[in-house]
């Protein structure tokens, strides 16, 4: 069984079914230590991880393979959430009922907020107890599962405080001036950087780059936006471009921009806040940046034109550029070596059960095929230059030994 990677799937509140009871006719998809990992687990899983990769990120659904590689790595995290599971129960780690009433309240004031984002404190556990039933799950199968989920918690927390050492002030130092080079382009000290670890300038970079948008020029912005995708027709892409002018008018007119967006925008998911967005000076497409920080706060765009359609907005805020330096953000930085220290720590303990544990998997996916395919071609033409490579060692050999014979 390969090493498990980490943690690398956000955990759904309601994505794991807990337990076998009821369940044990069920097929699997891998078993660890002979208990198995269902498969309705892993298709629930699976699910909600699909829907978040298609809310945020579904350019990157639409890559070769990229469903099976979130399967893979689905299956991994089940595998690894199923060694903690029997490590915990293992190490005879208890949970008070009060506990795991506690758990189940912090959940349900997730549900506070309805479907529409409004507060709605009263329909909390109607919505809560209508997602255990999405989930296909009862109040009592879900408690086991907030059972297990803390005691694996305690056990963690048994493990980093074993292992993991604090983090020393030389640490946040270092990280901080590869940073500091990597925001200020210092080419000298990146070269060299990268010469020593080039993990670490990795890291640094990303760091910079994350730090970059948080001080920049940022304005914060009310956003009306019709689509005009490549499959609009000529006719429907025309009335929404008279549409964006008719809002103009009406905004122009003293129509309320909020109003605007809850009647007009297409953007669903931020109708709610007002179409309120923050962007950050260079990140949005060119005619939307140059819009945002060219207008005096309180003012509206004309209808500015992109390659996904019309825009409208209206500038709110602004904030100039800061600067930083090592005081405001050694705090932080000491956070993130702490976390990673965790995070390594984590990924070598479930590298130890797994490595000691009888995993066997028995979901396959359509993207092992094609590795095993391409490594087979591979394969055969390393081969085929072998053999090839013999052949001509052969060839070059025939004359010596024709010599020999006439001798």
């Known amino acids: 069984m390969k090493k498990m990677n980490k943690f690398l799937l956000p955990a759904l509140a309601l994505c794991l079914a807990a337990g076998v009871q009821g369940k044990v006719m069920e097929s699997s998809v891998a078993t660890v230590n002979g208990k198995p990992v269902l498969a309705s687990d892993y298709d629930t899983y699976y699910e909600g991880v699909i829907e978040q990769y298609q809310a945020a990120a579904p350019q990157f659904l639409e890559q070769p393979y990229a469903k099976d590689f979130l399967g893979k790595e689905v299956l991994k995290e089940l595998i690894s959430k199923e060694l903690l599971y029997q490590a915990a129960d293992e190490a005879k780690i208890t949970v008070k009922d009060s506990e795991v009433d506690d758990g189940i309240n912090e959940i349900k004031t997730r549900f506070i907020v309805d479907e529409k984002g409004k507060q709605d404190p009263k329909g909390a556990d109607k919505r809560f107890n209508e997602a255990l039933k999405k989930q296909h799950m009862t109040l009592k199968s879900y408690k086991e599962k907030i059972r297990k989920d803390i005691s694996v918690k305690k056990l963690m927390e048994a493990q980093i405080q074993a292992t993991v050492k604090p983090v020393e002030e030389a640490d946040v130092k270092a990280l901080y001036a590869n940073v500091e080079a990597a925001m200020k382009n210092n080419t000298k000290a990146l070269k060299k950087l990268e010469k020593e670890d080039p993990m670490k300038l990795r890291e640094a970079q990303l760091i910079a780059a994350k730090l970059k948008q948080l001080t920049s020029e940022q304005v914060r912005v009310g956003h009306i936006y019709l689509a005009v995708t490549p499959e609009t027709s000529k006719e429907d892409a025309k009335k929404?471009?008279?549409?964006?002018?008719?809002?103009?008018?009406?905004?122009?007119?003293g129509m309320d921009f909020s109003a605007a967006v809850k009647k007009y925008t297409?953007?669903?998911?931020?109708?709610?806040?007002?179409?309120d967005m923050i962007l950050i000076k260079g990140i949005a497409p060119k005619e939307i940046d140059q819009a945002a920080f060219s207008l005096a706060v309180g003012k509206v765009s004309a209808p500015i034109k992109t390659d996904i359609g019309w825009h409208i907005i209206k500038v709110k805020e602004k904030r100039a550029e800061t600067e930083i330096g090592y005081d405001d953000i050694s705090r932080d930085l000491a956070q993130y070596i702490a976390q990673q220290k965790i995070q390594t720590a984590l990924a070598e303990y479930v590298n130890g059960l797994a490595d000691k544990a009888d995993i066997k998997v028995t979901k396959t996916f359509e993207v092992d095929a094609a590795i095993e395919a391409e490594a087979a071609k591979r394969a055969q033409e390393e081969a085929?230059?072998?053999a090839a490579k013999a052949a001509d060692t052969d060839k070059k050999a025939e004359p010596a030994e024709k010599g020999d014979a006439k001798k």
């Open 266 to 275: 297409e953007d669903q998911t931020a109708a709610a806040s007002g179409g």
């Open 240 to 253: 929404k471009e008279e549409l964006a002018k008719q809002i103009k008018k009406e905004l122009d007119e």
């Open 384 to 386: 085929k230059k072998e």
